[in-house]
Structure formats: C-alpha cells, structure tokens
C-alpha cells in the first residue's frame, strides 16, 4: 500500500508488470527461485511524516525505485526498470508487453529529424560491440552511462541541442520525457515537466543504432536536471549476444545532486532545526 500509495496509477501499474515479466524469464530459463514476481526487497527509510524526510525502495532484478518525501515534495529518482524479454507470448501473462512507448516516441521523434538533424544526433550508426569505441559497451550497464554506481557522475553532453528543434519537435520530446515520468503523482509530475522544459534548450538527445523499427538501438535525453537513457541490451538469461529489441535496459536520474533528493535534503536541515 505504500508503493501504491506513493505512485501514479500508470507508475504503480508499470511496476507490476516488471514484477509480472520477471517471473515470465524465470519460467522461460528455470529459475524460478530466483526469477519470480515477488523476488524485490522493500525498505522504508526514516518515518511517514508531513515535515520530516522520508523514503522507500524497491529493488530487484529489472527494477530499482527510490523515492523520497521532502515537505510535500515527491522525488523518484534514480530508477531503473528493464526487462527480458519484454513481452510474455504465453502462460498467464500472454499478452503482456512493457516499453513500446518509450520505443515508438524515441523512433517517432528520430524520424522526424532532417539530414542535418540526425546527423548532429547520431553518435553511431550501429549496436554491434565492435563498431562502437573501445570500451563503450558494458557487460551489465550495456550503453548506459548512468547505471549501476554512477551517482552524480559528470557525462559530457553528445548529440543535437534542443535550441535546434522545431517547436513541435520540442513538443514531441518533451511527450517522451514525460513518458519516464509517470510514476510521479499528477501534481509533482506538472511540476518536474515545468523544470525541465526551462531547460529545453539546453537539453540534448543523441542515438546509437539504427533507427528502423524492430531493429536495436539507444538514446539520451540530458540537460541539468535530468539524465534519461533507453538501451537495447545483449541477452544476460537470453541467449543473444548482440543487442535486439526484446531486452529493454531504461534509466532516469537527476543530475547535479538531486538523486535520491539529496540537494533538497540538504537544503531541508539547512533551514530547519532537527533533535
């Protein structure tokens, strides 16, 4: 009831089906022991309160959640969510299927690039381990830069600036952005759309792959207050190993001090006495 409580409908319902599709890749490589629908850790930090900092987590594989409650703002941030493979083709969650709009909205707005758009935006035009740099690709981060320890790392920005997008380009990234951000209750989420389109200009998207349907491929989107990447990973239970387009790796952080809200903690006990 806390998770539920604390997300949106949409960011409470997407969680599930993370949940859901783990215990899909545990049926398909047998490992259910490991690999189930309830196999994530809860922890709850600090006290429910209306004036004093609070939080929770949930981890597990595929899913990290961190959220934090500062004075009725709501932060959540960092997040992990992944999956393999991300749709269930039988058993009781046939049907199911996660990330087709953080897909369709990146190609829909790499599409509507001109030449000289993708070309600022394209960092390389290939997946495949040894088309990219030296060291580029990693085993459990894949492309991400943002992953796992890398907690207000300093990632140089690549790609085509925002200033260069037509208003309805701008529209249409900001509606992607948005995508990442449906966890976030629908007051907090007005307001972190607000902070980020100040930021418009400044934001960049770049793209590695192809940018044809069906085919793998990564994005960025970044600027000074968030950090949101899209990966099509190498198979880690699955057996691929180059990247398709059923092992979905995505991730959002706030850089500049404010994962897990930390600036606004820090600005909280700065102006409040605390026992």
């Given at each position: 009831?806390?998770?539920?409580?604390?997300?949106?409908?949409?960011?409470?319902?997407?969680?599930?089906?993370?949940?859901?599709?783990?215990?899909?890749?545990?049926?398909?490589?047998?490992?259910?022991?490991?690999?189930?629908?309830?196999?994530?850790?809860?922890?709850l930090?600090?006290?429910?309160?209306?004036?004093?900092?609070?939080?929770?987590?949930?981890?597990?594989?595929?899913?990290?959640?961190?959220?934090?409650?500062?004075?009725?703002?709501?932060i959540i941030?960092?997040?992990?969510m992944?999956?393999?493979?991300?749709?269930?083709?039988?058993?009781?969650?046939?049907?199911?299927?996660?990330?087709?709009?953080?897909?369709?909205?990146?190609?829909?707005?790499?599409?509507?690039?001109?030449?000289?758009?993708?070309?600022?935006?394209l960092?390389?035009?290939?997946?495949?381990?040894g088309?990219?740099?030296?060291?580029?690709?990693?085993?459990?981060?894949?492309?991400?830069?943002?992953?796992?320890?890398?907690?207000?790392?300093?990632?140089?920005?690549?790609g085509?600036?925002?200033?260069?997008?037509?208003?309805?380009?701008?529209?249409?990234?900001?509606?992607?952005?948005?995508?990442?951000?449906?966890?976030?209750?629908?007051?907090?989420l007005?307001?972190?759309?607000?902070?980020?389109?100040?930021?418009?200009?400044?934001?960049?998207?770049c793209?590695?792959?192809?940018?044809k349907?069906?085919?793998?491929?990564?994005?960025?989107?970044?600027?000074?207050?968030?950090?949101?990447?899209?990966?099509?990973?190498?198979?880690?239970?699955?057996?691929?190993?180059?990247?398709?387009?059923?092992?979905?790796?995505?991730?959002?952080?706030?850089?500049?001090?404010?994962?897990?809200?930390?600036?606004?903690?820090?600005?909280?006990?700065?102006?409040?006495?605390?026992?």
């Open positions: 009831n806390v998770i539920r409580s604390s997300l949106s409908e949409k960011g409470y319902s997407k969680t599930r089906d993370i949940m859901k599709l783990n215990e899909f890749l545990g049926q398909l490589v047998g490992g259910e022991g490991v690999l189930g629908e309830w196999s994530y850790i809860f922890c930090f600090g006290e429910p309160s209306k004036r004093s900092p609070w939080g929770w987590q949930l981890f597990g594989h595929h899913l990290a959640l961190n959220c934090v409650f500062i004075e009725g703002q709501v941030s960092p997040t992990f992944g999956a393999e493979p991300n749709f269930a083709d039988k058993g009781k969650y046939n049907g199911l299927r996660v990330f087709r709009d953080e897909e369709r909205k990146g190609l829909d707005l790499m599409g509507s690039f001109s030449a000289d758009q993708k070309t600022a935006a960092i390389a035009n290939s997946m495949v381990g088309d990219l740099p030296e060291g580029r690709r990693q085993l459990a981060d894949g492309l991400h830069l943002g992953g796992a320890y890398q907690d207000n790392r300093i990632i140089p920005y690549e085509l600036k925002g200033n260069l997008l037509s208003k309805k380009q701008n529209i249409s990234l900001l509606d992607l952005v948005e995508e990442y951000l449906c966890f976030l209750p629908s007051e907090s007005k307001a972190r759309m607000t902070e980020i389109e100040t930021h418009l200009e400044d934001t960049h998207f793209w590695i792959g192809s940018s349907e069906n085919e793998p491929f990564y994005y960025r989107i970044q600027s000074p207050v968030i950090l949101i990447e899209f990966d099509h990973h190498a198979g880690v239970y699955l057996t691929n190993t180059e990247p398709q387009n059923f092992h979905v790796h995505t991730l959002v952080r706030t850089p500049n001090g404010n994962d897990y809200g930390i600036d606004l903690i820090r600005q909280h006990y700065a102006r409040t006495k605390h026992e």
